[in-house]
């Protein structure tokens, strides 16, 4: 077999691989990738297998995609041995699952199984050229399954591309079914399928779905997501998602909304109550090149927003949103089955089956109005979900995305492995068949550094209320006093040059800062201009220095708020004409919108530790020769805060 081909892999299969091979008696199961995202799903039931002595795993690549980066890396993470596409054709094997229709599938030997890489089969797809494969492109309407009258008035027309998994054009060859079974999630898919391919019904296979029970397990994880996310108490996650094509909310076949959403997701939402994140889908971050899209949301990235990784965090970033802005992918339907509510920023249903759920419910979601203010129709939105999910459903009701994902929720393992042993022909193991849980992602804390724009209202003794905006187009609206605060690594040195407040974040021992207290008096040195300098250091607290020399600490309830939030409400506090001993007698009351009251305690320092305002060594007290000195010198252009 292929002896002579130099690229085919030797061990575990191949000619001469019995004399190689430790294991040379295990039944063969094939995972036949198309492409990244096909290649996700597949890794889903991967662990099926597990723990099982008898079966080896290999894995091959159709190279029929035009998305083609990205998968060598995926397939070589996963350690199965992969194998060229032609000696995969040759290759006798016992089981081949694919979760995708391109390439030649019908030319593989052994059972094959197909699954849906989506939530089911939605989306209308042109055949690509199929190389030996010749589908049968006859298109059959039986009289049982007709469509209604508004079906035939929304279906496209007879030049439109066919349903991708569910038309004869993709499941036939010469004929006969590609497949020896098509794995579906729910029985509306069969009458679907009944309607447009019959001969493949006899294949149907109804077994669940692997990626939403993996998310329908993590549920009770939602806050540990949140945290990862650094998404704070009282913080709404607004997630942006997008599938791929020119029609997609990060397409701009449209009418391509995404350069004037992007900013104002930042821009509008204030910082402390929204916490931005977007979802990509694989073929948009794989087809144009992760550095590609990083550098077109590079303004969107400073200023709060958090690029997910499309292939390990998307469905832990679902879990924890609050509101969903997206189009018609699986991603917005995934959303809406777990009841989050979805504002639909691209909606054409051009390229789906207009009888499937997922063309239904496009139809159905209400739609972000581009040019209308971002933050009441998230809050509309919301209120409205919430209003929703206190009312009981009432009899009658159309089946919701929730019960249209899967029939048979939580089972999908166990149907599955069941399915799988039956092809191969051997028993299952005894042991329970389950999926892995989704994984705990990195800790992503949120990388803000675009200027913020600072709206403070002082209401009361101590107490200071704080909208931030990550660089907005115009003045915020909205009552109160206005500064600017500044990451020490935004973009713009001029706008760094005249904040009014300074700060990063770090660690009280990293060597390259030196000391809170060194760095704190450099950036004031460096900044004549500015007021107040912070190192925050936790996740409740910083260290900050005012250009009157007071080094004060601030602390707050650990991770209840990003600490700079701390030190613009001292700023106003100072500008206002007040001093921080008042604070530090009394405390300080932070508020954020739906977030706090944060209780935060001024405690001031020297360079050895604590002191206690008025002393000797205070911080206010600049002719003792312990205090630190304040960088401002003779001749300061401003008038110092006390």
Not at 338 to 346: E, F, H, N, Q, S
Not at 453 to 467: A, D
Not at 513 to 521: D, F, I, R, S, V
């Amino acid at each position: 077999m292929g002896e002579g081909r130099a690229d085919w892999i030797r061990v575990p299969v191949g000619a001469d691989s019995a004399r190689w091979a430790t294991r040379g008696r295990c039944k063969l199961v094939l995972f036949v990738v198309h492409n990244v995202t096909s290649a996700t799903r597949l890794l889903d039931v991967l662990p099926l297998f597990r723990d099982d002595l008898r079966v080896q795993l290999l894995a091959t690549w159709t190279g029929s995609s035009p998305f083609r980066a990205g998968v060598a890396e995926l397939l070589a993470e996963t350690g199965v041995p992969v194998l060229p596409w032609e000696q995969a054709l040759e290759l006798p094997v016992d089981l081949a699952i694919s979760a995708s229709f391109g390439g030649q599938l019908h030319a593989l030997s052994g059972k094959l199984t197909v699954l849906s890489h989506g939530v089911g089969y939605n989306k209308r797809l042109a055949t690509p050229d199929t190389g030996h494969r010749t589908p049968d492109t006859g298109h059959r309407t039986p009289d049982t399954g007709c469509p209604s009258p508004e079906a035939e008035r929304r279906t496209p027309g007879a030049g439109s591309p066919p349903v991708f998994g569910l038309s004869p054009d993709w499941l036939l060859a010469d004929g006969s079914p590609v497949a020896d079974a098509l794995v579906l999630s729910h029985p509306e898919q069969l009458e679907r399928l009944r309607a447009a391919c019959p001969e493949a019904v006899p294949t149907a296979v109804l077994a669940g779905d692997p990626c939403f029970d993996r998310i329908l397990a993590a549920l009770p994880y939602r806050e540990r997501f949140r945290r990862a996310l650094d998404v704070r108490p009282g913080q709404r996650l607004v997630l942006l998602n997008s599938t791929w094509n020119p029609d997609s909310l990060f397409g701009d076949g449209g009418e391509d909304i995404l350069p004037s959403l992007l900013p104002r997701l930042t821009a509008e939402l204030p910082a402390d109550e929204y916490r931005p994140a977007a979802v990509l889908h694989p073929n948009i971050w794989h087809g144009h090149g992760p550095g590609q899209i990083r550098v077109w949301l590079d303004r969107a990235r400073r200023g709060g927003l958090a690029l997910v990784d499309p292939l390990e965090g998307w469905r832990q970033a679902l879990i924890a949103a609050d509101v969903v802005i997206g189009d018609g992918g699986s991603v917005s339907y995934y959303a809406a089955a777990l009841g989050t509510p979805v504002l639909m920023g691209a909606a054409s249903a051009d390229g789906l089956d207009a009888r499937s759920p997922v063309a239904a419910f496009v139809r159905r979601a209400p739609r972000l109005v581009p040019h209308a203010p971002l933050r009441a129709q998230l809050d509309a939105l919301l209120d409205g979900a919430e209003r929703q999910r206190q009312r009981r459903r009432q009899p009658g009701t159309l089946p919701g995305p929730a019960e249209l994902v899967s029939s048979v929720p939580g089972e999908a393992a166990a149907l599955l492995r069941r399915h799988f042993y039956g092809f191969i022909g051997i028993p299952e193991p005894e042991e329970p068949a389950l999926l892995d849980p989704l994984p705990l992602p990195p800790y992503e804390r949120v990388a803000r550094t675009a200027p913020l724009r600072v709206v403070t209202r002082l209401l009361g003794t101590g107490e200071v209320e704080v909208s931030r905006y990550a660089d907005p187009r115009s003045e915020p609206a909205g009552d109160g006093d206005a500064h600017t605060a500044v990451h020490e690594d935004t973009l713009d040195p001029d706008r760094r040059a005249l904040a009014d407040v300074i700060f990063r974040y770090g660690t009280a021992d990293d060597p390259r800062y030196g000391t809170a207290e060194e760095w704190t008096a450099e950036v004031l040195a460096r900044h004549p201009y500015s007021e107040l300098a912070a190192l925050v250091t936790g996740p409740g607290g910083c260290t900050v220095r005012a250009r009157s020399g007071a080094l004060l600490r601030l602390s707050g309830p650990p991770a209840a708020a990003d600490p700079a939030v701390y030190v613009s409400a001292l700023y106003a506090w100072l500008a206002a004409g007040k001093t921080w001993e008042e604070l530090a007698a009394g405390g300080m009351t932070v508020r954020t919108g739906r977030s706090g009251p944060h209780q935060v305690s001024v405690t001031p320092l020297t360079p050895d530790g604590p002191a206690h305002p008025g002393g000797k060594s205070g911080p206010g007290d600049q002719s003792g020769p312990d205090e630190p000195s304040g960088p401002e010198g003779p001749g300061s252009p401003f008038t110092p805060l006390r």
